[in-house]
């Protein structure tokens, strides 16, 4: 338990946070910077981004150009927001979600270090962000890595 005591003042420093939310947010978007360009797959393209794009360009919280489904439109609202403030582009979307990736991983660090010692926590964080479905994940407009990171916030 020292361990995780000793990492919980080290994390406690001002700033500290916002540093280690920017390495997070950094790492995914470097790990995914060659793919932020390839257009939407399957799901991305006949829901989560005309729900989004909906609501940027109409404010329809039920989307109008695609099928409705029971999924909750934080996610569209929140590419929405990005759709308004950056344009309409894969890129854009992409990036969107590297943000909420990089939280996720951030999340998953500070609750890791809490847990047990500051080493396992980077290792955790580390294989997480490696792992073949988290990567895949990472830069599409799904509700997967949202629901994680929002479990671990």
Not at 33 to 44: A, K, N, S
Not at 66 to 84: M, S, W
Not at 113 to 122: F, H, K, P, Q
Not at 127 to 144: I, K, T, Y
Request: contains cysteine.
């Amino acid at each position: 338990m020292k361990k995780s005591a000793a990492a919980g003042t080290r994390l406690s420093r001002p700033g500290s946070h916002a540093v280690l939310w920017l390495i997070c947010v950094a790492v995914v978007f470097l790990l995914h910077f060659p793919y932020l360009r390839l257009p939407f797959f399957w799901d991305e393209a006949g829901y989560y981004f005309p729900a989004a794009l909906d609501l940027a360009q109409h404010g329809h919280l039920i989307p109008q150009n695609t099928v409705a489904n029971p999924h909750p439109p934080l996610l569209a609202l929140y590419l929405a927001l990005f759709i308004k403030l950056f344009g309409i582009a894969p890129a854009v979307t992409r990036a969107a979600m590297c943000i909420v990736a990089g939280t996720a991983l951030y999340s998953l660090l500070l609750v890791a270090t809490v847990m047990v010692s500051a080493e396992a926590g980077l290792w955790a964080t580390g294989l997480l962000a490696l792992s073949p479905l988290f990567f895949a994940q990472s830069s599409m407009a799904l509700l997967d890595v949202a629901a994680t990171a929002a479990t671990l916030v």
